[in-house]
C-alpha cells in the first residue's frame, strides 16, 4: 500500500491509521445550491468571496451533470 508516495507494510499501516465513522448532515429543506454553498463556505471561509463560491459551485455541479439540479431539492 502506498501512503504519500511511500510503499508501507500492513503492520505498519495498521499502526499509523485509525477509522474515524462521520455522518455527514444533509438538510432536507435545503436545496443543492444551500448544501453546496454552506459546505463551500465551511471549506474556504472567510477568505475567498462569496461571487467565487458561488462560481465554484456552480462549475462542479456543471462537472457532475447537475447543473440543472441547483434550485431543487
Given at each position: 500500500?502506498?501512503?504519500?508516495?511511500s510503499?508501507?507494510?500492513d503492520?505498519?499501516?495498521?499502526?499509523?491509521?485509525?477509522?474515524?465513522?462521520?455522518?455527514?448532515?444533509?438538510?432536507?429543506?435545503?436545496?443543492?445550491?444551500?448544501?453546496?454553498?454552506?459546505?463551500?463556505?465551511l471549506?474556504?471561509?472567510?477568505?475567498?468571496p462569496?461571487?467565487e463560491?458561488?462560481?465554484?459551485?456552480?462549475?462542479?455541479?456543471?462537472?457532475?451533470?447537475?447543473?440543472?439540479?441547483?434550485?431543487?431539492?
Amino acid at each position: 500500500m502506498y501512503v504519500n508516495g511511500s510503499n508501507l507494510d500492513d503492520r505498519t499501516f495498521q499502526r499509523i491509521s485509525e477509522y474515524v465513522q462521520h455522518e455527514d448532515v444533509f438538510v432536507p429543506t435545503q436545496t443543492l445550491e444551500d448544501a453546496l454553498l454552506y459546505h463551500c463556505h465551511l471549506r474556504l471561509g472567510y477568505a475567498v468571496p462569496l461571487q467565487e463560491k458561488r462560481a465554484r459551485i456552480e462549475g462542479l455541479a456543471h462537472e457532475a451533470g447537475l447543473g440543472d439540479k441547483m434550485h431543487t431539492r
